[in-house]
């Protein structure tokens, strides 16, 4: 599955919402939301989140980013 960057998906093994960079080789690069260190995925480790998965990740960035831990 090719998905285009820019989609938000859910690497399967360990939970995360991540955004899809690119492609490289035969691996997908992820970057979670709010930005931070990219990770690779296997295309079939990931899947693609529900709206409620980027709503969910989206308020734990914003919850975190009001306690300072992240800028």
Sequence with gaps: MQLPIG????DIRTGKVGTVMGHEGPYLQLRPLGGGREWDCDPEGV???TAAERLSAATALANARSRGEVP
């Design 7 to 10: 989609s938000y998906v859910v």
């Design 47 to 49: 899947r693609v989140a």
